[in-house]
């Protein structure tokens, strides 16, 4: 309905969901913390300095955002993210959990695939305005590790 991908998009999210790695795709398979039929959940390439360990949730059909996406799956995500934030605050100790959804440009949308960002957050942690870097897979494995074994 309210489509903003550039004609002949190749979407990173669908590429990973396939299992391909390639330039187009930051994220590799050890990243992965949960999927089922209808989602997948993954431990973000990109991380805030004070809120390391964040999670993408992303359908495994292809719908651009909001205006696209039926409402049983998102029912499912928004089930997934509470389980999800369940097991960050006992693996992570956070003191809080924050969703963030963004649609089309200004919303500042930057991949054109629905996803559902998860944080931990903690007191006084600045996450709006503290800055934003690539984690190395190594790094993000980790992460992943600790909430697969959380759940």
Request: charged residues 20%; glycine residues 4%.
């Amino acid at each position: 309905m309210f489509s903003h991908a550039p004609d002949n998009y190749i979407c990173p999210f669908c590429l990973f969901l396939r299992g391909i790695e390639n330039g187009y795709v930051l994220s590799v398979e050890s990243d992965k913390v949960y999927s089922d039929a209808v989602v997948a959940a993954l431990i973000s390439p990109h991380q805030w300095s004070n809120n390391r360990g964040h999670v993408i949730i992303i359908p495994n059909q292809h719908f651009e955002n909001i205006f696209d996406l039926p409402l049983e799956v998102a029912t499912h995500i928004h089930d997934v993210a509470r389980r999800l934030a369940v097991t960050m605050k006992k693996v992570y100790s956070c003191d809080g959990i924050s969703t963030r959804q963004h649609n089309e440009p200004a919303g500042n949308q930057d991949v054109w695939h629905y996803h559902l960002h998860l944080f931990p957050r903690y007191i006084n942690d600045n996450l709006y305005t503290s800055p934003k870097c690539l984690m190395p897979p190594s790094e993000r494995a980790v992460y992943a590790h600790r909430l697969r074994s959380g759940l």
